[in-house]
């Protein structure tokens, strides 16, 4: 089994920033993609980004260019550092880690732009 545990939601200006933590404990040897999700009410969840475990990135045509994904393998972290957060990025924010084909989930943090 693997926990994700987020961090580093919260309130912020459209504009500004905000780095999300995604750390993994227990059955974390294997883990190979991990990524972000969010979700925005009455909305569908949608990817936002994932990153493999030789740190291959990929992104959601919405946040190129404003969002970088990342991955510490030695502290078992991934973080999503999200840049000139606009009100549409509103969502809560989960990470997901996949270990030999399954898919762990963490709670979710909620990450809300004002305008």
């Known amino acids: 089994q693997v926990q994700l545990v987020e961090s580093g939601g919260g309130l912020v200006q459209a504009g500004g920033s905000l780095r999300l933590s995604c750390t993994a404990t227990?059955?974390?040897?294997?883990?190979?993609?991990m990524g972000w999700y969010r979700q925005a009410p009455g909305k569908q969840r949608e990817l936002v980004a994932a990153i493999t475990r030789d740190g291959v990135a990929n992104y959601a045509d919405s946040v190129k260019g404003r969002f970088t994904i990342s991955r510490d393998i030695a502290k078992n972290t991934m973080y999503l550092q999200m840049n000139s957060l606009m009100p549409e990025d509103t969502a809560v924010y989960s990470c997901t880690a996949n270990r030999l084909g399954n898919d762990f989930w963490g709670q979710g943090t909620q990450v809300t732009v004002s305008s």
């Open positions: 227990g059955s974390t040897f294997l883990i190979n993609v």
